[in-house]
């Protein structure tokens, strides 16, 4: 499936799954905006990403809450290399700019855009086995397997890293000047990216499932 097509596909899916669902909508905005209860938005991503079509029910609420947590802990255990990394490179740096030697001031100025950039690349990495590694997890439904690293390293592999990487650059635009747009609209704006912040999620969800499921089908 092509980059255009996912987007096609993953639009109408997210489509039936809310539109004329007018309860179902209305809950998860409401369910988005909460904190901590927005766990359950997540978990219904979760959901999205096991493949299931027509979309999954809102049923189940703890099991989503719990599937959503998972879902954050996973985010967050794949970025701590890039943390690590940040705050030594970075932090290092701050340091030694605070030293009263212009000169090593200077250098330390350098090292911490250095160190910028490498944390940076690192997080883009992180981020890029951590999508393939949630969507493991729902899959296999072991939260274990979201952290096996040469099977995440193979799935990238078999979609194809330029394939993968672009494809998460264009989904990412898409839903960026989505948000934009309605970001600018005056008054309400605010109130449609409450509106369309589960359609998006659903379908960026949609999206990342399929792009998983096209691994060597190029």
Known sequence: MGIGDNLGESFEYAKEALVGKWVKWILLIIISIIPIVDFILYGY??????????????????????????????????????IIIGVILIGGSVGVAMMSDPAAA????????????????????????ATIGIVRFARMEKFGEAFAFGAIKDKIGEIGWGNYIISLI????????????????????WLLMFIALPFLAIFSARFICNLYDSAGTA
């Open 45 to 82: 991503t979760i959901r999205v990403m096991r493949g299931i079509k027509p979309a999954p029910e809102l049923e189940d609420y703890v099991q989503l809450f719990v599937d959503g947590l998972l879902y954050i802990i996973i985010s967050i255990v794949w970025m701590i290399p890039a």
């Open 106 to 129: 200077g250098a330390a100025i350098a090292g911490m855009g250095i160190g910028l950039l490498v944390t940076f690349i690192v997080a883009i990495l992180c981020g890029l086995f």
């Open 170 to 189: 264009v989904v990412g635009i898409v839903v960026g000047i989505i948000y934009f747009i309605l970001a600018i609209i005056p008054i309400i704006g």
